[in-house]
């Protein structure tokens, strides 16, 4: 079956697909996006990644075209017809289109697309290869927190990574480590799970606020501060997360062997993490039924 793309209301083929050369979204990355976790059918944290797309729209003065229940309800009915067990919904909203010109009319209509990605299921935790990681410099802007379409310096600094053998760039702001191109950064320093506290070059990571909350409710210890560079070197753990990768572990820090193995840290969050998400998505439920 073809693949299907929702765009303003109307879905059809992605190849039929098309976006007006002067939409903003286009020739200015005047627009902010999401990415929702689907499994088995069910789509995870879906009001929250509504909740921040909202947010990040308003920030730079968009105004979604429907509200949030409306849209979530178009986003079940696609998943539904495209019939998608695991995967991801990609959605962006763009300011609309005009004339090219860097003052924009305040009435535009935006432009709001989603659509799926089928994805294989992650492996068991603490499998495959550790992630070997590499520091840059930090040359984005400082409103992170606004999941922005304006990935470029994310991109650059991510190829550079894969261009010297890494698998992941982690941007360094002063001699602090920030967040990686496209993931959130976890440490275990003197036995402490720290992570960076969100701000202006920090995005307030879905995943990320799911494993804060589960730490808080095991009454597992957690804290948000800055890390220096030069701590990362004493971290016994460290992994990585994202919305479609969930926790992955690091092998390297550079050229610094960090772990040979997920580490028992990593592993415990890892395995509460699944099963929140089972219990999200009513998986315990369904099973035990």
């Known amino acids: 079956m073809d693949r299907q793309i929702w765009i303003n209301g109307s879905t059809l083929p992605m190849a039929d697909a098309r976006i007006d050369v002067q939409d903003r979204g286009f020739q200015f990355a005047d627009g902010v996006y999401e990415v929702v976790r689907v499994y088995s059918g069910r789509l995870f944290t879906l009001a929250e990644h509504l909740n921040r797309l909202k947010n ?26 495209e019939r998608l067990h695991e995967g991801m919904i990609y959605l962006q909203v763009s300011r609309g289109v005009c004339e090219r010109n860097h003052v924009y009319p305040a009435d535009l209509q935006p432009t709001l697309l989603f659509y ?3 994805l294989e299921p992650l492996g068991p935790i603490g499998s495959g290869r550790g992630l070997r990681l ?16 304006a990935l470029l310096a994310n991109i650059l600094a991510k190829n550079e990574a894969v261009a010297g053998g890494f ?15 496209s993931t959130n950064f976890f440490a275990v320093i003197n036995g402490q799970l720290v992570t ?5 070059k920090i995005l307030p990571g879905i995943t990320r606020q799911v494993l804060i909350d589960i730490a808080r409710m095991m009454g597992e210890p957690i804290i948000e501060r800055p890390i220096s560079e030069t701590e990362v070197a004493t971290a016994s753990e460290i992994f990585m997360t994202s919305s479609t990768k969930e926790l992955m572990w690091v092998s ?17 969050m890892h395995e509460s993490f699944r099963q929140w998400v089972r219990k999200d998505i009513g998986l315990e439920l369904a099973t035990a039924v």
Do not use: N
């Open 196 to 200: 960076p506290p969100t701000g202006p």
């Open 134 to 149: 590499l520091p840059v410099p930090d040359e984005r802007w400082r409103k992170c927190w606004i999941k922005s379409i």
């Open 252 to 268: 390297h820090w550079g050229q610094q062997p960090i772990s040979e193995s997920a580490g028992p840290v990593t592993r415990k």
């Open 116 to 118: 799926a990605t089928p």
């Open 56 to 81: 990040s729209s308003e920030a730079i003065g968009i105004t979604l075209p429907m509200s949030l229940s409306t849209l979530a309800i178009e986003i079940r009915k696609f998943i539904d017809r």
């Open 167 to 181: 698998d992941e760039a982690v941007f360094i702001d002063d001699g602090r480590v920030m967040e990686g191109s």
